[in-house]
């Protein structure tokens, strides 16, 4: 037996532990928790914090969690929607819009942000659902409500219009710099609290794909018919993936809204928004609970590096950056967490080839 066939048995050894899953989540957020100083290191005169910055960290682990969040509703239940942005915009607005109105704790505006989200979730799960619209049908009705909710939040003086809400200081809603604030002084414990929604919302993700619930999910995706026909009230649990899926999108918007200094309609409930908060668990892989998580952190730096690199020529940066993409989507429609099962797959298909040329 060779070294990488004994390494491979011993990991599916381990595979098959129960403990398994809390061993690799460990390792994970122990990684992301380690990130901010390991970009740190100076290796052979080059410090990773020169290509991915903090602010970057930051904005992949948002955009990790969002995809996270939308992979419970179109990964799981295969319903999918191309309007998370209403919920995102949502939470965002309804936190800033209580914090500054009425000097309201944002974590209290972040709850409220997400439960009013899930029920425009409903609402659109429910009209979408009940004349029975599906695939991309479905994708563009969830466009529809997004839009239609960026040109009322645009043009509502109460919301202040297209300008939008300014982040106010914590001594505003009676409060100090810190958590209880939901502010910070550094980029860090901002970080630090991203990662921690990730955790959540990934740990939710887990604990339904593995119960009677994510049967349910997955039952619909793969034959929503046939699922009907056993009794599985796809319905129903089609519009508790999309208020679950609503609600935790929002909690995401309140954060951002709290990390920057600004929000309007033209970037929390912009028409590419959708797009962002979708493609790292497409890029990934949907329906997987790593996928959201590892198409995160390819998506983010690979726009930011090309950003940054072919900044020069007009345009450049988003052709080598879309062509990427399109690279990803055509060569592994079940994402990059499928890439280890190709490899392997490969890999046996060479040694078969030698076995039989011998």
């Not at 419970?72 to 309804?94: C, D, E, L, N, P």
């Not at 500054?100 to 409903?122: E, Q, R």
């Not at 026909?229 to 519009?239: A, D, E, N, Q, T």
Request: aromatic share 16%.
């Amino acid at each position: 037996m060779s070294a990488i066939e004994s390494v491979r048995d011993r990991y599916r050894t381990f595979d098959d532990r129960r403990y398994a899953p809390l061993v690799k989540g460990v390792a994970l957020f122990g990684l992301l928790a380690a990130l901010p100083t390991l970009i740190e290191i100076d290796v052979a005169g080059m410090e990773l914090a020169a290509t991915l910055s903090l602010r970057m960290l930051i904005l992949t682990v948002i955009y990790a969690y969002t995809a996270q969040a939308w992979n419970i509703m179109s990964g799981y239940t295969g319903q999918f929607s191309f309007g998370h942005a209403a919920f995102f915009g949502v939470g965002a607005y309804a936190t800033q819009a209580l914090v500054v109105d009425f000097a309201v704790n944002p974590w209290i505006g972040m709850l409220v942000g997400g439960v009013l989200a899930a029920g425009y979730g409903l609402v659109i799960g429910a009209l979408s659902f009940r004349f029975n619209l599906q695939g991309h049908y479905f994708a563009l009705a969830t466009l529809a409500f997004a839009e239609l909710l960026r040109f009322v939040v645009t043009n509502m003086s109460e919301l202040h219009g297209a300008n939008g809400y300014f982040k106010p200081f914590p001594r505003d809603y009676g409060a100090e710099y810190g958590l209880a604030a939901f502010q910070f002084q550094s980029d860090l414990p901002y970080y630090y609290l991203i990662v921690g929604f990730l955790l959540v919302v990934t740990l939710v993700s887990w604990v339904i794909k593995n119960s009677w619930v994510g049967l349910y999910f997955f039952a619909i995706r793969e034959d929503e018919r046939a699922a009907a026909s056993v009794g599985v009230p796809s319905f129903r649990y089609k519009l508790i993936g999309v208020a679950v899926s609503a609600f935790f999108t929002a909690l995401g918007g309140a954060y951002w809204s709290m990390y920057f200094n600004t929000i309007r309609p033209d970037t929390v409930f912009a028409l590419f928004k959708n797009v962002e908060l979708l493609l790292p668990a497409v890029v990934g892989g949907p329906g997987t609970l790593l996928g959201p998580i590892v198409g995160s952190f390819i998506v983010t730096p690979v726009s930011e590096i090309a950003r940054t690199t072919f900044s020069d020529i007009n345009g450049l940066d988003r052709i080598i950056y879309g062509a990427f993409l399109v690279a990803i989507v055509i060569y592994s429609p079940r994402g990059v967490v499928s890439w280890p099962s190709q490899a392997r797959a490969l890999w046996n298909r060479v040694r078969g080839d030698e076995e039989v040329s011998e």
